[in-house]
């Protein structure tokens, strides 16, 4: 069995430590990155079929509308080889409290069962959010371990946090 890192990330005009920045790579997809060269997973990156805004207060205003309205946004293509794989790294950005609606349409259309998932999140201080307790919900047939909670700001010297993660010492 093998392992997959599937993720969710923006990049564009973000949040960061209190001012917008322009990011030319999503933090969740440099996350993302650093998960797959340690376990030796490889990468599937979700992409929305119609992309969030570039600017950051339209993404945002995206993004709750989707939530608000429990939207299930398509989604340009599905992991190939999921029955193969035992152990899922999913990653995404904290959008109000949880994941992107994006990956709420991934986890309803594909076949979890039987399978670890380990979530990890990039965020500005709000943390997982209720990302877990959606994840479990929507998996009810997969293990769900704790998730890690990467501050968006330091995510290129998360790498000592995200080890720690992986061999079950989560802070």
Request: hydrophobic share 35%; with cysteine; net charge negative.
């Amino acid at each position: 069995m093998s392992a997959m890192v599937i993720y969710f990330s923006r990049a564009g005009f973000n949040y960061v430590n209190g001012e917008i920045k322009w990011l030319d790579k999503g933090n969740t997809e440099k996350a993302a990155e650093m998960v797959a060269q340690l376990t030796g997973a490889r990468l599937f990156k979700v992409e929305p079929l119609c992309p969030y805004s570039e600017d950051y207060s339209e993404c945002i205003e995206q993004a709750k509308d989707y939530q608000r309205r429990d939207a299930r946004p398509e989604i340009v293509a599905y992991p190939e080889g999921l029955e193969n794989c035992d152990e899922i790294y999913l990653g995404y950005p904290n959008y109000w409290g949880t994941m992107p609606m994006q990956l709420f349409t991934l986890l309803e259309n594909c076949d979890f069962s039987g399978k670890t998932i380990y979530p990890f999140c990039t965020n500005e201080g709000s943390g997982m959010g209720t990302s877990e307790s959606d994840i479990k919900r929507l998996c009810p047939h997969s293990t769900v371990k704790k998730g890690l909670a990467i501050h968006g700001a330091r995510v290129d010297t998360a790498k000592a946090d995200i080890e720690k993660w992986l061999k079950g010492e989560a802070k």
